[in-house]
């Protein structure tokens, strides 16, 4: 599935690499990483983009070719703290009823709020 198909236009990207981290805010909100076509790789949720970036950096199994392709961009949307785990499971929601599973790199569901 493709960003463009999610219900909510998610305009703000930065790309998926060390250079771009410093370019995100310490702010909350909701995240999308992607292919390089924009293939929906993972969603989730932070109380700080900033270091959450780096976290997925780190982490192999972020930066690692998938099946669909390697993350390549990070579109973020900022939300109050209070409507974060909300909108997150609206996101897996709708990936999940399009296609049928959670995206590749999502191993849980959010919690139910």
């Known amino acids: 599935m493709k960003i463009e198909q999610i219900f909510l236009k998610i305009e703000k990207r930065v790309k998926f690499d060390l ?11 909701c995240y999308i ?12 949720k932070t109380e700080n983009f900033f270091e959450r ?7 192999p199994v972020k ?13 973020y949307v900022e939300l109050p703290l209070l409507d974060i785990d909300r909108f997150e499971r609206t996101l897996l ?21």
């Open 19 to 29: 250079a771009s981290y410093r370019k995100l805010d310490k702010t909350c909100g």
């Open 33 to 44: 990483l992607t292919t390089f076509d924009d293939t929906i790789l993972y969603i989730g």
């Open 53 to 59: 970036f780096q976290q997925h950096l780190k982490d």
């Open 63 to 75: 930066t690692s070719p998938t099946k669909l392709g390697k993350a390549f961009w990070f579109y």
């Open 93 to 113: 929601n709708d990936y999940e009823c399009k296609i049928g599973t959670l995206p590749i790199l999502n191993n849980i569901h959010s919690p139910v709020v």
